[in-house]
């Protein structure tokens, strides 16, 4: 039995699914990590998951849930370059899917929300301050 827990990290996320807070990504001693941890909130114990298959190290990225899934997004990488993909971790098999977007710029320090007007599936809407103002773009779960 292992008592291992995530180092003190900067520029994580970390969402809730039930009693699980999912801990994702961030940058430990300069080093940006794609570590997955959850904490179960009832028995304060950590579990850190290992995939092959996951999204690079990323840091100031976001992360939201929406049903059995957390969606992440942008960021910056292990190479400090800003990130364009979005991955998606299902709860249930606990496994990573890469998600193809091509609409959606490099972000770093960004916004993420579900909206579920008008729809039975929602919609992940991310903003970004720009040059330009305040931008929305918009995905279909």
């Keep these: 039995k292992s008592d291992r827990k995530p180092n003190a990290m900067f520029g994580h996320t970390a969402v809730f699914n039930g009693p699980i807070m999912w801990m994702y990504g961030g940058s430990y001693l300069r080093e940006v990590t794609q570590g997955l941890w959850a904490l179960d909130t009832e ?12 999204p690079p190290g990323l840091y100031n ?3 939201i849930v929406t049903g059995d899934v957390m969606l992440v997004y942008g960021g910056i990488d292990e190479q400090i370059k800003p990130f364009t993909g979005m991955w998606r971790f299902n ?12 609409e959606l710029p490099p972000l770093s320090g960004h916004a993420v929300a579900i909206s ?10 991310i903003q970004q301050n720009s040059e330009r103002g305040m931008q929305s773009s918009q995905i279909s779960r």
């Design 116 to 125: 579920y007007v008008k729809s039975v599936h929602p919609d992940v809407i």
């Design 43 to 54: 028995s304060w114990k950590w579990k850190e998951y290992i995939r092959t298959f996951s």
């Design 61 to 63: 990225h976001v992360a």
């Design 91 to 102: 709860f249930e098999t606990e496994e990573w899917t890469q998600m193809v977007s091509t």
